[in-house]
């Protein structure tokens, strides 16, 4: 990880990426580990002047879940087109699996995957009769094999059973995965997702999340843009955070959860006692509270706190270790909360 100082002057911890070797491996990745994505100084100005994306350096090792958050308006999309060649950048060079893009762009796109507008299907048509002709319309799938390849990407997203049903009977969770078989029509390394889950009820999306799951433990490498943090934590391996077209932090994210503190939670009557307790015990950062006193837990064992609370005649109502969420994570990183509605 490096240290990369921000918008706010605060330093957070970036994978490196930064020019040099695009093809490499990211610090604070395994030694040796791949990028299916890497971008230096990728950035977009429109011709309003407006910077919708500023110098970004991304770093997406092979094999992650990688989950690109970031509030309405943050840079996401812009960021997406651009990877995929649908918008030229202002500035900028980026890799995909290792290629130098635009120029790679012929060698490459057959082995990713990409869903950003979702594709506009027929609702009289079947799931299956609807892959069939988006198929047709790529000049570089081979129709010999189409059968074998869309019977796979449906069984793939488990829409098999629903093959010949309707698309207009699907529910909003049966679409969104067959816009996922769409991009599964063919073998795929990497599987960019623009907020897949965006307009679904939570039946839907908490499909499209297990989807997800079962496509990267599978091997592909799944790049996945949302505005939801616990989605995001839910469902990703490693995370990079956007604000305004900035990048704000990138890494695993159980790295960036460990940047922030375990604390200890005590719900009691007794504040003051429970209070010295814990300062007896050594712990820093207590923090009294109406009916509850928490400590940072740091390498401290609950057990041994509970004991010396029962021991010291506290009476304990609760005892909760408090693990840092990702949001605690950006609040300490950028002093603010995460405005998941932008
Ligand atoms: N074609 C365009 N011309 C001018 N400005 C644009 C254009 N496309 C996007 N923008 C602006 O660039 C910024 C980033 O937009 P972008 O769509 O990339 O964000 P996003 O994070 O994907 O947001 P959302 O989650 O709402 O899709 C926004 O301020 C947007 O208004």
């Given at each position: 990880m490096s240290r990369t100082p921000t918008d706010a002057g605060l330093a957070v911890d970036v994978p490196g990426s930064r020019g040099g070797d695009p093809g490499g491996g990211a610090r604070g990745e395994a030694p040796g580990a791949e990028l299916s994505i890497v971008t230096s100084g990728l950035t977009k100005r429109f011709g309003s002047g407006q910077v919708a994306v500023d110098a970004l350096d991304l770093a997406v090792p092979s094999g992650s879940v990688f989950g690109f958050l970031g509030p309405n308006g943050s840079g996401k999309t812009t960021t997406i087109r651009m990877l995929l060649g649908l918008v030229a950048p202002t500035a900028g060079e980026w890799r995909l699996l290792g290629a130098p893009m635009p120029g790679g762009v012929g060698g490459v796109l057959s082995r990713v995957g990409a869903l950003v507008e979702g594709p506009a299907f027929y609702p009289y048509l079947s799931g299956e009769a609807n892959l069939r002709r988006y198929d047709a319309a790529d000049p570089s799938a081979d129709p010999r094999?189409?059968?074998?390849?869309?019977?796979?990407?449906?069984?793939?997203?488990?829409?098999?059973?629903?093959?010949?049903?309707?698309?207009?009977?699907?529910?909003?969770?049966?679409?969104?995965?067959?816009?996922?078989?769409?991009?599964?029509?063919?073998?795929?390394?990497?599987?960019?997702?623009?907020?897949?889950?965006?307009?679904?009820?939570?039946?839907?999306?908490?499909?499209?999340?297990?989807?997800?799951?079962?496509?990267?433990?599978?091997?592909?490498?799944?790049?996945?843009?949302?505005?939801?943090?616990?989605?995001?934590?839910?469902?990703c391996s490693h995370v990079a955070v956007m604000r305004a077209g900035r990048l704000v932090a990138q890494g695993p994210i159980a790295d960036l959860r460990a940047s922030e503190t375990v604390r200890i939670r005590v719900e009691t009557p007794d504040v003051e006692e429970a209070a010295a307790v814990l300062a007896g015990l050594g712990l820093p950062e207590i923090r009294l509270g109406d009916g509850d006193v928490s400590a940072a837990l740091g390498a401290g064992l609950p057990e041994r706190v509970c004991a010396a609370l029962v021991t010291g005649g506290v009476a304990v109502r609760g005892l909760a270790v408090q693990r840092p969420t990702l949001e605690d994570v950006f609040v300490g990183l950028t002093g603010e909360g995460f405005d998941v509605d932008g």
């Open positions: 094999t189409v059968s074998a390849r869309i019977g796979l990407a449906l069984e793939r997203v488990g829409l098999a059973a629903a093959a010949g049903k309707r698309y207009r009977a699907y529910s909003l969770g049966m679409r969104q995965r067959l816009a996922i078989a769409a991009t599964l029509l063919g073998p795929r390394e990497l599987l960019i997702l623009d907020e897949p889950t965006n307009g679904l009820d939570p039946q839907g999306t908490r499909e499209v999340r297990g989807l997800v799951k079962e496509i990267a433990a599978e091997g592909t490498t799944v790049f996945v843009s949302s505005h939801l943090l616990a989605e995001v934590e839910q469902m």
